[in-house]
Every structure is written in C-alpha cells, then in structure tokens.
C-alpha cells in the first residue's frame, strides 16, 4: 500500500502592530538594550493590546490569512488543533473559539499545552491523523500571548517573550514529501524550573495568589537554558541520524526562538552554518508555541519543494522535539 504523507500545503500568520523595544524596556525595568542583544539577540517583540483581545484572536487572524493563501473552504477543514499555554480562558478550547470565529463548522478542534514545543507536538499528532487516512485538512496553529502572564517588573522574563501566532495547512500526499519523521520527549520535573504557580486547580486565582505575583512566568533562566541547549541539540541530531542526514543535506534548520545563544549551540552540535538556520528572534523575540510557524510564515518564500527541514524546540515542562520535514511547495 502507498504511503501516505502529511504535507504541509501553506503558512498564516499574525503579530500584533505594537512594537516593545529594548529601549522601552530599559524605561520598565532594570535593563539595557546591549545586555538584551547580547544574552538573547532579542531587539523588538509584538505585543497584543486591546481590550478583551484573547490567544484566539491572534490565531484568527492567521488561519484566515492560511485559509485566503491556500483558497481553502472553511467547511472543508476537519479538525483544528491549537498549541498554547496562554488560552482564552482554562476551558473552551482556545481551538473551538477559532473554528467558530473561521466558520470551520464541519471540524473537530482541541488544544495542546506544551509550551514552546507545542507547535511541534501538535505538529505530529495532527500529522498523524493525515498519516492514518483518517482527515484530509488539519490546521495546526501555535500562538501565545505571553504579555497576558508576564511580570513587566521582572527583568529575567519580560525582555524575552512577546506574542504572535502562525498556523498550518495538513493535507495529505503520496509522494515523498512532508513531515517525515519526529521524535519527542517531555519531563515532568523539569516543572521546579519553568512553570506558572497560580491559576491552575492547585492555587485557585485567590487576592493572596495575585498579592504573591504568583501569575506570572517562573524561570530559573540559567538552568533551562542548560538543559535547553543539550536537549535540542540531542533530539536534532538523534533525527537526523535515524534518517541519514548530514549537515549538508539540511536546507533549513527551523529553531524554538528561545534564545540566539542556544540557537547557534544547537546549530553548531548539527553542523549546519549560520546562512541555513531560519532565525527571527531580534524582531518578535520568544512567542512560546508561536515561533516555529512564524518561522515558516517569514520564511515561506526562500522554501522550495523538497528542501530539508529539521524544526527544533525545547520548553515548559520540560518538553522537547525535533521533526524532519520535507517542504511540499516552491
Ligand atoms: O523558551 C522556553 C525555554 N526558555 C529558555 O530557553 C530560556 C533559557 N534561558 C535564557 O535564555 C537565559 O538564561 C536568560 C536570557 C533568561 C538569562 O541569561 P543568562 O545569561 O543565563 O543570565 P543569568 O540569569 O545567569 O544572569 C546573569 C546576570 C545576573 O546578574 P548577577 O547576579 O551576575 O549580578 C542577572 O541578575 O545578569 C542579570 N540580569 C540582567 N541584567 C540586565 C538578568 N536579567 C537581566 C536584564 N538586564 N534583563
């Protein structure tokens, strides 16, 4: 029997037009633009303002732009799956609230929470339902609004996250393109380094839990980003390897934009030069699930039918992944 391949047949995207750079930052917090640039390579980062204006929005916005690009039939779309950690509200899925808002009627949506690998894994389980013959279009978005738990006190956090989404047409193909193989992992006690206190069922939303600043992002920054760059550069090279690929036959290594510093460690571990590694850290800084599909969106010209992908990301959790694409479009 053939087999069958998801591909992925277009990119949306959306960023917020307000622009927080490191010279405003520097009038918030303890900071400097050269330290900023330095430590992370961040510039600039997107925030969303408006009154009521939700994740959901933001991923509106991107899969109508996919839905335009691709000339898809909203009613066509089978299933819509939504990575983030910042949804709309605990429950309904920020998903459901983007199928109605797109008039995708006829489609099934759900959201996964792992937070900056969760693009990718909803990348492959998306992928699979392709795979399995089961669907035939699947939108696969990731977006946060990371302002919305931020503490713009905090100078360890809030100079590195900004907000954004992208999303992803699925469809499927016979030919020997599309995701090709992924590779996953997650370890729960890597939560004591990266996690939110508040607002889950654990610590209700309480006048205490908010006095505590216990809403915001917690981050032992220099830990994670130890396990970040083994474990990302691990995961890429494990897959590459299982599919025979060398540094040479990757067109385009497609990074968690988390930090430019572990971003250059993991390119190097893979052997990939600088010229091939997709990177747009300086102007949106870390949109948690939102970086590797706006990667693809800013990207999406320079890709051509049949280049190589290798999309990394290490985050929350701690969760991690790598996924061998082989892009479908010129
Ligand atoms: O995407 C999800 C996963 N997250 C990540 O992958 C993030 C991984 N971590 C990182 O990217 C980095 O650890 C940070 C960018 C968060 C921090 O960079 P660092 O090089 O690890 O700095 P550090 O935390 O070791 O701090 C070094 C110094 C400290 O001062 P002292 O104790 O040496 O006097 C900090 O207080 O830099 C200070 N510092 C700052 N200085 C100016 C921390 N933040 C700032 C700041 N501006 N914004």
Redesign the pocket.
Known sequence: MTKIHAAITGVGGYVPDYILTNKE?ETM????DE??TS??GIKERRILKGEGLGTSYMGTEAVKELLRKTNTDPKTIDLIIFATVTPDMPFPATANLVADQVGAVNAFSYDISA??SGFIYALTTGAKFIESGTYKKVIVIGGDKMSSIINYKD??????FGDGAGAVLLEPTTEEIGIMDSLHKSDGSGANY?HMKAGGSRIPATHASIDAQQHYVY?E??A??KF?VTNMADISAQVMERNNLKGEDIAWLVP?Q??K??IDATANRMGITDSKVMMNIEKYG?T?AGTIPLLLWDYEKKLKKGDNLILAA???GFTWGAIYVKWAYN
């Open positions: 930052l917090v303890d900071t400097n330290w900023i430590r992370t937070a900056c100078r360890t956090t809030c100079i590195i990266l981050q920054g220099s994670v980003f970040a968690h988390a930090n510093r572990i870390n948690t290490f985050g929350g």
